[in-house]
């Protein structure tokens, strides 16, 4: 059977994608009933573009694979928290369940769930977090030694 770690390591193969390009290094990959739907990975600093999240990427091809703009029966996989952007962005497109790798609050930032559940918002989905957290700070780590700026 599969399970949340194999997802997760597809999510981190994504991230490491996006690191050899110079972007920054976040993966991620959306499933459904066991299937991968979609994957993507941060295109932000080759694009120019700040909504070029992995997850906001993979919400959009998920949605326009499946017909629909609701991704009520999917979870999606990515190896860094999703900022409040991507957070808010999955509470619009009603996904359920959230499994990421590392916390953003590591890297100066607070957890992005509980924020928007504080709010009023988000409060159905569920959130599983720290899987294979090592390996995204690893990551993470290498890229911020190797970039001056995001």
């Not at 694009?47 to 999606?76: G, Y």
């Not at 359920?96 to 590392?102: D, E, I, L, N, Q």
């Not at 159905?124 to 990551?139: F, M, P, Y």
């Amino acid at each position: 059977m599969i399970n949340d770690k194999h997802f997760m390591d597809i999510a981190n193969l994504e991230a490491q994608k996006a690191f050899q390009r110079g972007d920054y290094p976040a993966g991620c990959v959306i499933v459904k009933k066991g299937e991968i739907i979609t994957k993507a990975s941060s295109k932000g600093i080759t694009t120019n573009n700040v909504t070029a999240h992995a997850e906001l990427i993979a919400i959009s091809k998920a949605c326009k694979k499946l017909k629909t703009r609701f991704l009520e029966d999917v979870v999606v996989y990515t190896n860094i928290e999703p900022c409040l952007m991507c957070a808010k962005a999955m509470v619009y497109a009603r996904i359920k369940k959230v499994v990421y790798g590392t916390e953003h609050q590591e890297y100066g930032n607070k957890k992005t769930f509980d924020i928007l559940k504080q709010n009023g918002i988000g409060k159905d989905i569920e959130v599983v977090s720290g899987l294979d957290k090592n390996k995204a700070s690893e990551l993470l780590d290498k890229f911020f030694k190797t970039k001056t700026q995001i």
